[in-house]
């Protein structure tokens, strides 16, 4: 089949409501979209919460894309938002955000599917395409991860599967923390990638992450948040 079989489809749902802080994902994401056969023009794209609201005041649309980290405020609510608003819109949330009770609460907010940022151009297409002919996709990353917790709730009996809570992580991983002190070096994302062998948007993914736990929205002020925590020299 060839790769832009989709754009042969005679309706594609539009428009499209893309919502993404960050300009690199934006714009790796618009192009997904116009390899699959949407118009730029049909792709309405929002930074944050407000734009998006904004945009949803305007018109209604046929399939989103949203990310939960926005600098005003959860994409999870937004989405819970567009669920109420219209029950039979697609929604696909592209995040970096991988721990259980994120996704669990994404998808009981209404997202149809869920998909981690580090997956490569063509997974993302294809999660979309499957949004788009009615499926539900879900990273499968995601997915091997809450059928062992599942697996895991089940062996330690319904009292122990209450109690356990997934707390949000206090420090920095081993992997964070080597990606932050590269950033404190003056490398750019794709030097950084370059150097630990792994995809400028994996360490996208890291530093997004980073930002998150060190409730930061720089460069700058993770470098220094972590250096007065003592987390980096």
């Known amino acids: 089949m060839p790769k832009n079989a989709l754009s042969a489809t005679p309706i594609l749902p539009c428009p499209v409501l893309l919502v993404e802080d960050e300009l690199p994902t ?6 997904i979209m116009c390899e699959l056969g949407y118009a730029r023009d049909a792709i309405h794209v929002a930074g944050t919460l407000a734009q998006a609201r904004q945009h949803t005041a305007a018109q209604r649309f046929a399939l989103a894309l949203v990310d939960l980290g926005l600098p005003d405020g959860s994409g999870i609510d937004f989405i819970a938002e567009l669920r109420r608003r219209d029950p039979s819109l ?9 721990t259980q009770d994120t996704i669990l609460r994404a998808l009981h907010a209404g997202a149809t599917g869920y998909l981690l940022k580090e997956r490569d151009d063509l997974e993302v297409r294809l999660s979309i395409r499957s949004v ?5 996709p879900i990273d499968p990353f995601i997915a091997r991860h809450i059928l062992a917790e599942l697996a895991q709730a089940k062996d330690n009996g ?3 599967a209450d109690t356990r809570r997934v707390q949000p992580p206090s420090v920095l ?3 964070e923390t080597q990606i932050l002190a590269l950033v404190a070096d003056g490398k750019s994302n794709r030097d950084i990638a370059e150097h630990l062998l792994i995809s400028r948007y994996t ?8 930002y998150r736990k060190l409730e930061v929205s720089s460069r700058t002020k993770a470098i220094n948040e972590a250096r007065q925590r003592g987390l980096l020299q």
């Open 26 to 31: 934006q714009e790796r994401l618009l192009k």
């Open 90 to 98: 697609s929604i696909l949330v592209i995040s970096a955000w991988s």
């Open 132 to 136: 788009l002919r009615g499926g539900a």
């Open 158 to 160: 319904a009292q122990a």
């Open 173 to 175: 991983t081993t992997r």
């Open 203 to 210: 360490v996208e993914c890291h530093i997004t992450h980073i």
